[in-house]
Structure formats: structure tokens, C-alpha cells
């Protein structure tokens, strides 16, 4: 039998296109209009894990902990969609895998990092969680000082250090899909906020896509 291609709507923030992202009234928009995953960024502020994608972010004040974002995603409601935790900094490792374990979402969740790091103490503490490496644009990987970074995204791969590549959408195209799944691996396309551009992924194959507006998906 042949498998039908299906792929994953990701919300990014929750949907943050209609609620301010990283805040459960993102997650609760984007379940009503259809996602298969929620996204949402975490890091450490004053000695709590919280919702929040840049420390000036948390620094304004978090609108949710990562305690009370799990506790409503674990909820009857979610049941069916998936989480992206994508991990800011390394540090979070420990105390993220234990809060998602006590929520009993470990098993549905992806973990990714633009740090490399981050997966890889991960993968020690435990072995049986899926990561995702988070490759972003020409700023951003100046910032992480990614010289090579397809050699190096597709060498985690073929080395089980991750599963997915989670990549800015403008850096995917037939070649690069065609690298990862020949390593067994998956990949994700990120922020898509036009429909041309989320129909041209889909038609090239992708494995999965966030955007701010899950709408457009319909």
C-alpha cells in the first residue's frame, strides 16, 4: 500500500497571527482553525521555564510558564496535535524534559534549537526524545556561527544527533528535501505566511509547515 503524503500544519506561537503568540489563547485559536502541531519558544527567566521567544520577550513579563502551558495542552482538547518546543538557549534541557514528562507529552512532542548544544545534551538525558535542528537565515546563522551548515545539518542526521531539520523557508528546495529524506529524516519549513509560498512547499513535498496564520492552510 502506498503511503498518502500528508503535511503537518504547524501553528507558529499557537496561531500569533490571531492571538498574540506563546500565550494559550494562541494555542486555543489555532486548534479551532486546524492545526496538526503547535510551535511555541522556551527559555529560562529568573529561575522559571516561560514562554517567551527573545529575552526582552520574557522580560516584559511571559504571559505563560511552561508549567501552566503544558498543563492546558495536555487537555482533552489537544489531544490530537502535536508540540514543537522550540529550546532558546542551553541551560533548559533538565528541567523542560522532566515538565513534559510529568504532563505525559513527551511522546508527541518535537524538540528543536538553532543550538546545537541544546539536542545534544537532550539526546543524553534522554535518548528516546525527538529533536529537531532549527536553521534560520543568513543573520541568524551568522549569529550561531554556522559556516557549513547543510554539511553539518545533514551529518547530524546521518548520525542520529537529530531527526528533523527545521528550516527558514526560503533555504528549501528539491535538493535539500531530497538530502534529509535520504538520511531518513524529515523536514520542516518555517514561518510561511503566504499561501503561494505554503502551496509551492506542499508540492515539493515538505514534511511540515508553520505559519502565524493557519487559515491558510484551508
Known sequence: MVRQYVCERIGHGGASALAPGNTLASFDAAREVGVDMIEFDVRSWRGELVLAHTVLHARRGADATLAQALSHLSGRRF????????VKHVGCERALLDALREA???HRTLISSQVPAVLLRV???EPTAGLGVSIGG????LSRRWRDWRAHVLA??????????????????RGLLDEVVSRHGRLYAWTVNERPAIDRLRA???HGIATADPRLFA
Do not use: F
Open 79 to 86: 489531544d490530537d496535535i502535536g508540540l514543537n518546543v522550540d
Open 104 to 106: 505525559r507529552l513527551l
Open 123 to 125: 539526546r543524553a538525558l
Open 138 to 141: 543568513r543573520l541568524a546563522r
Open 156 to 173: 547530524g542526521l546521518a548520525g542520529g544527533r537529530w531527526e528533523a531539520l527545521m528550516a527558514q523557508h526560503r533555504l528549501v528546495d
Open 204 to 206: 515539493l513535498g515538505v
